[in-house]
């Protein structure tokens, strides 16, 4: 009677894990900086009578309420669906959570990098360098037009909530843009300057949370690839 040996299986090497973030992460949101970009660009000309057409046209319109609502409030929208995401990461999906929270140190950098800019910059608000009837009251002096904070602020959570739930899109995505938008219609921003707040906000975001995100990704792989003391000590015998 003959025995048959079978070789023992070949163990294939895992498949590395596929991580947390979408790959056309960067892709979009260069692409978006570029259209932000060049909007802001060909808008700048023509801020005057962009201005004028956007507020004076809102200030005289049934849009009037919507608009100033929209434009004091309407960050309140993406901060609370953020706040939701941020919940439902912790307690379902820790590795998005990561993300997130790199994405969270990326908001708070874009706000840091617009305020620096409107210090550097000094653009005086339209609403008091254009004469015009406009929805809310002007900011007080000193208070800066370029960039838009609550654009860039917007563009920063809405690239926040797409790194850890893309399909969000349809609903982000305008809710940024309305902001900015109203940000306008309201009277207190430029078109260029709701532009660059988006674009701003969208690449420092995706830049920081990208970097943030990968360094925190090798030092948990450094820390898992070192034996423990135990083992150290009972290699040394």
Same mark, same amino acid.
């Given at each position: 009677m003959t025995t048959t040996h079978h070789a023992p299986p070949a163990h294939r090497p895992a498949a590395p894990a596929r991580?947390?973030?979408p790959?056309?992460?960067?892709?979009?949101?260069?692409?978006?900086?570029?259209?932000?970009?060049?909007?802001?660009l060909l808008a700048w000309p023509a801020r005057a009578a962009l201005f004028v057409g956007a507020?004076?046209?809102?200030?005289?319109? $049934?849009?009037?309420?919507?608009?100033?609502?929209?434009a004091d409030k309407g960050l309140m929208a993406l901060v609370a669906i953020t706040a939701g995401l941020v919940l439902l990461t912790w307690f379902r999906d820790r590795p998005r959570f990561g993300l997130l929270?790199?994405?969270?140190?990326?908001?708070?950098?874009?706000?840091?990098?617009?305020?620096?800019?409107?210090?550097?910059?000094?653009?005086?608000?339209?609403?008091?360098?254009v004469d015009v009837a406009t929805v809310l009251a002007c900011p007080a002096p000193g208070d800066w037009s370029w960039p838009s904070n609550? $654009?860039?602020?917007?563009?920063?959570?809405?690239?926040?909530?797409?790194?850890?739930?893309?399909?969000?899109?349809?609903?982000v995505v305008p809710l940024a843009l309305a902001v900015a938008g109203a940000r306008?219609?309201?009277?207190?921003?430029?078109?260029?300057?709701?532009?660059?707040?988006?674009?701003?906000?969208?690449?420092?975001?995706?830049?920081?949370?990208?970097?943030?995100?990968?360094?925190?990704?090798?030092?948990?792989?450094?820390?898992?690839?070192?034996?423990?003391p135990g083992a150290r000590r009972t290699r040394g015998r």
């Open positions: 991580g947390p973030v790959h056309l992460a960067l892709p979009v949101a260069l692409g978006a900086v570029l259209i932000l970009g060049a909007l802001a507020a004076g046209g809102t200030a005289a319109s $049934s849009l009037a309420s919507l608009a100033g609502l929209v929270a790199a994405a969270g140190a990326g908001t708070v950098a874009a706000y840091a990098t617009s305020e620096a800019v409107k210090l550097l910059v000094t653009e005086e608000r339209p609403c008091r360098a609550h $654009s860039t602020i917007a563009g920063a959570l809405a690239m926040s909530c797409l790194f850890v739930a893309p399909r969000l899109w349809p609903v306008v219609a309201a009277g207190v921003h430029y078109v260029h300057d709701v532009a660059s707040g988006l674009a701003l906000g969208v690449l420092v975001t995706c830049l920081v949370a990208l970097t943030v995100h990968a360094g925190a990704q090798r030092l948990t792989r450094r820390s898992t690839s070192r034996p423990s």
